[in-house]
């Protein structure tokens, strides 16, 4: 995924250190054969990971599951997989991202612990990337490919070998930052091919309400749900609370069209910062006026 958006000063600081690696164990995926016929239509994905950083052994489990393509999406990956933010483990300083394309036996992982260094007496965000493949002797993978319109989609599971693990190189991130990488999505139907969204708030990260000022967004999915997702992501401090709006556009800036209806409203949650907020993601609404105040 990029994203042509231009971030603020980063959140983090590098921090020097040796940390224990993660350790993955337990690895299962699973994909639905997609049958309307009764059976659950869901993807998943679980794992447990163990740590020693932060003072003893810490383990716990990281799951999670998401719908399964519709019949007009024939791919053999997952076009819903939850990809721009951390999903919640079993134990709070645990957290998992998955990213695009997600098969199950061809996909990039992320697990990031949160603790505090007894040494320096920071907290330190330790993140840690893999890419995990079938294709190596990580996972076993039955998978059934043939694809039956309106009976069957590809489907099967993959397991972590049997006594196997992986080993997860950390990297180090001190938070000495109040800000929250926060993550907008929005998508929208357009007349005209190079037509953009654009966003457009009441705080200096979103411009102050000046057009001139908006933030771009890139496209993150050319045709989700039948129309272009576009995404920004952008560093706001911990607590903030603004309103906001999209704009669509031609790609030159000229034919502003305004959303409709009362601004949108967010606050960024409190002990965020150093971490990553999804807002959410909603269907621009049509035209209407600038600002609603």
């Not at 998401?66 to 990809?83: F, I, R």
Request: charged content about 15%; some cysteine.
């Amino acid at each position: 995924m990029m994203w042509k958006t231009l971030l603020l000063p980063a959140a983090f600081c590098s921090f020097v250190a040796a940390y224990s690696p993660f350790i993955i164990k337990n690895l299962n995926t699973h994909q639905p054969n997609g049958n309307p016929d009764g059976q659950t239509n869901y993807y998943r994905i679980q794992f447990d990971v163990t740590s020693s950083n932060g003072g003893a052994n810490s383990t716990t489990t990281c799951q999670t599951f998401w719908g399964d393509n519709s019949w007009l999406q024939t791919e053999s990956y997952s076009m819903a997989v939850p990809t721009g933010n951390w999903i919640a483990c079993g134990a709070n300083d645990f957290r998992f991202q998955l990213f695009p394309y997600f098969s199950i036996g061809n996909f990039s992982l992320a697990v990031q612990q949160n603790f505090t260094d007894a040494a320096t007496n920071q907290e330190i965000f330790a993140t840690a990337k893999t890419h995990m493949s079938n294709s190596t002797s990580t996972l076993n993978c039955d998978i059934n490919p043939e694809e039956v319109m309106y009976q069957q989609h590809a489907h099967g599971d993959c397991n972590m070998a049997s006594n196997g693990s992986v080993s997860l190189q950390v990297e180090t991130e001190a938070c000495n930052s109040r800000d929250a990488t926060t993550i907008f999505e929005v998508s929208g139907s357009f007349d005209n091919n190079g037509e953009e969204i654009v966003l457009v708030g009441s705080i200096p990260e979103l411009g102050n309400w000046s057009p001139t000022k908006a933030v771009s967004m890139s496209v993150t999915n050319p045709q989700s749900a039948g129309a272009p997702t576009f995404g920004a992501r952008l560093e706001i401090a911990e607590g903030t609370s603004f309103e906001y709006k999209y704009i669509m556009q031609e790609a030159d800036g000229s034919g502003k069209t305004w959303e409709c209806c009362e601004n949108r409203v967010y606050t960024i949650p409190a002990n965020s910062a150093c971490g990553e907020i999804n807002v959410g993601s909603d269907w621009f609404r049509g035209g209407g006026s600038p600002i609603q105040t």
